[in-house]
């Protein structure tokens, strides 16, 4: 009987779909397309999953926009995402929307998994909030009224749903000197440290100003933030943290959706009893 062949779980971001796919999509997702074929040849069994992020506020105003419905609108944007991962021949074993039905079932549990852990308390935000970014910044952060990225704020006031970031500041910090390849390149992983050393405060993740989105489970008034949405993909694309694949090898992200991946996510991750990439 032959050995079983050992694992290699590798993801492209999902991309958002507000717009039509560029060169960086392809770039981006050609990366992680060239790593799956060579741990495939150097005999590992690899997954390699890519797909799009269909929910958020960005997407219901380009819709409206468009003049058509958000579904009609995703469906006709993730197609093409699609046909470019045919038409380069891109390796992926899966290709994931998150307006999938088991997706969004994934979500949900996820959800109360972090209730019932006692991450998540009901409150009201009041801060600055990038359409375009689907992030929520500080006021040190913004830049002659914008945001670090330099797409316009505004200033929102909705009941929301708190994620308890800041009791994770210590846990990450250990996680980073646990884990120093965790984050690459250097440059990056210092950019990140000193973000959770300046200190961290609760996430909102949920918007009542929209409804575009997951709802929130027992409070259809909610939706739920896009990235809490969206970073679960990477184990709901393979069926959850039991899958043989998890923990996951290798994120491939852009630089601007750095702190999503290296700060919210393993908080998401830890606060709901799952192993980090």
Not at 76 to 89: E, Y
Not at 189 to 210: A, K, Q, Y
Request: aromatic fraction near 16%; glycine fraction near 6%; proline fraction near 4%.
């Amino acid at each position: 009987m032959s050995e079983e062949k050992q694992t290699f779980y590798i993801t492209s971001p999902i991309y958002y779909v507000n717009d039509i796919p560029h060169i960086g999509h392809a770039y981006t997702t050609m990366s992680c397309d060239f790593i799956a074929r060579f741990k495939r040849l150097d005999g590992f069994d690899v997954c390699f999953l890519t797909g799009t992020d269909e929910h958020g506020q960005k997407i219901e105003r380009s819709s409206e926009l468009a003049g058509v419905s958000p579904f009609d609108f995703v469906n006709s944007v993730s197609l093409k995402f699609k046909d470019l991962a045919s038409q380069m021949n891109f390796s992926n074993d899966i290709f994931l929307r998150t307006s999938d039905s088991s997706h969004k079932a994934y979500v949900k549990q996820i959800w109360k998994t972090l209730v019932a852990n006692g991450w998540i308390y009901e409150g009201k935000y009041c801060g600055w909030y990038s359409v375009r970014d689907e992030a929520f910044y500080n006021e040190d952060e913004l830049i002659d009224g914008k945001a670090p990225t330099g797409s316009v704020v505004e200033w929102v006031e909705e009941k929301s749903y708190f994620f308890k970031l800041s009791a994770f500041s210590d846990k990450l910090l250990k996680f980073y000197e646990d884990n120093p390849k965790f984050i690459l390149p250097e440059t990056r992983r210092n950019e990140v440290i000193s973000f959770v050393r300046s200190g961290l405060h609760d996430l909102s993740i949920s918007r009542t100003s929209f409804k575009w989105g997951i709802e929130v489970p027992d409070d259809c008034e909610h939706v739920m933030y896009v990235w809490l949405d969206a970073l679960f993909n990477y184990l709901s694309g393979i069926g959850g943290d039991k899958s043989k694949y998890w923990p996951a090898d290798l994120h491939i992200v852009g630089k601007d959706i750095l702190r999503f991946h290296a700060v919210y996510w393993p908080a998401f991750l830890m606060a709901a009893g799952i192993e980090t990439p």
